[in-house]
């Protein structure tokens, strides 16, 4: 009901829980603490480092969180993390019903977002990597260079846009659609993946590899066709 806690670290396995209307800024979680976000509370500009968790729940939002190696921020129904960055190590955790807005993957950063989840504009940098899986929700994803976006069977890209050197691969029962890969950027096409709407820059690379048949048609201008192991152009 509007106490804002600021600043400072919590002992070793404490438990912060931020209620209606409360607010937690800038706190530093370390192992064994956790802070939880119930409906109405608001954390910001917390730091989460190895053996630390976050968990937002139904109502609860967090903003310009921190995940570090070994920490993580879980996501649940009805909750909203927005502007995480999520370094090498650290994860970030969407389940059924939660949301999770402009994360940025650094490094080995990962973001896994289960069925039911959404993942709306989020960076995938150098170095990090993605997974779509079935029944997750990923929109206006940026995929830059030294990225890369998987999207395994029953993922959709949800119109990814794939900047020079990043990689987008679909892989066996995985569909490429709404998808945008600008100059230097490539998708890579596997046996078994599905190949729909999809917008190639001049100079994007469309790769089809480990059993895929590119079949008829004609490509934009300027588009390369890599055609790697296995793979085959009809």
């Known amino acids: 009901s509007g106490y804002v806690l600021s600043g400072g670290s ?17 706190q530093t979680l370390a192992s064994g603490q956790q ?33 570090l190696s070994l920490g993580s921020q879980s996501i649940s129904n009805g909750g909203t993390a927005s502007t995480t960055i999520v370094g090498s190590g650290g994860a970030e955790i ?14 080995g950063g990962t973001l896994t977002v289960l069925a039911g989840g959404t993942a709306i504009g ?10 779509v899986t079935s029944g997750a929700t990923w929109s206006a994803t940026q995929i830059l260079s030294g990225g890369i976006e998987n999207v395994l069977s029953g993922g959709v890209g949800g119109g990814a846009t794939v900047n020079g050197g990043a990689l987008l691969i679909v892989s066996s029962g995985g569909t490429a659609s709404g998808d945008t890969v600008l100059s230097g950027g ?3 096409l596997l046996s078994g ?42």
Not at 94 to 107: D, E, I, K, N, P
Not at 122 to 131: C, D, N, Q
């Open 193 to 234: 993946a599905t190949l729909g709407v999809v917008t190639l820059s001049s100079n994007a690379i469309l790769e089809v590899a480990s059993g895929y048949v590119l079949s008829g048609g004609s490509l934009s201008a300027g588009v390369v066709l890599k055609v790697g192991p296995s793979g085959s152009a009809v």
């Open 94 to 107: 969407v389940s059924s019903g939660g949301t999770a807005s402009a994360a940025q993957l650094v490094g």
């Open 186 to 188: 490539t998708l890579e």
């Open 10 to 26: 919590l002992s070793a396995g404490v438990v912060l829980k931020v209620g209606p209307s409360g607010s937690a800024v800038s």
């Open 35 to 67: 802070l939880i976000e119930l409906s109405g509370g608001l954390a910001s500009a917390t730091t989460i480092s190895s053996g630390g968790t976050e968990a937002v729940s139904s109502g609860g939002v967090a903003s310009g969180t921190t995940v």
């Open 122 to 131: 989020t960076f995938v940098s150098s170095g990090a990597a993605t997974s």
